[in-house]
């Protein structure tokens, strides 16, 4: 288990907001040069309309944290509540009009992935078994194998490691395979 701590996310500015990296793999890809197998963030918009980030080749997955958001697809509308994840097409076009924090995984398209919340309400054990798990913790009071696990900050386990959760509140997981 390595815990990542909010002190080592690299936050950026862009046109609507920030955008914090919380986990980028390989460790030396840069989103800019589009070179990593995928990549998890949290962004604030302070944008009541924002177009996103064309990002052929990949596959997207978000999450409002800390409100409703309403987007379009094209022609469809999305509406999401905290922690409903929406997955999409890094290609599609797609307009957010919601002042609102969020949580992303973008990952290759040939990759297999997974992004979803659970909720703890005691103890509840978390096994990863895909090749990489990472666990978000955005406001919650939790426990990570009897040590904090502070709010805005994640945790990293490997293929067949597990962490026992304690405390009350809910949590993102990213599954990479």
Known sequence: MKKIKKSEFITTDWSGGTTSEIYISPADASVSKRNFDYRISSAT????????TDYSGFTRYITPLDGDMKMMNSEDEINLKPYEVYEFK???????????RDYNLIIKSELDGDMYSLKVNGIREVEN???????????SKLMANGSAFEEFSAIL?????????????????CEIN
């Open 129 to 139: 078994n895909s090749k990489e798990m990472i666990i978000f913790n955005f406001n």
């Open 45 to 52: 918009c302070d944008l009541d309309k924002s177009v996103f």
């Open 90 to 100: 890094g290609s599609d076009s797609v307009t957010g009009y919601s002042k609102v």
């Open 157 to 173: 386990i490997q293929s067949e490691e597990k962490v026992e959760l304690s405390g009350s509140g809910d949590i993102l997981i």
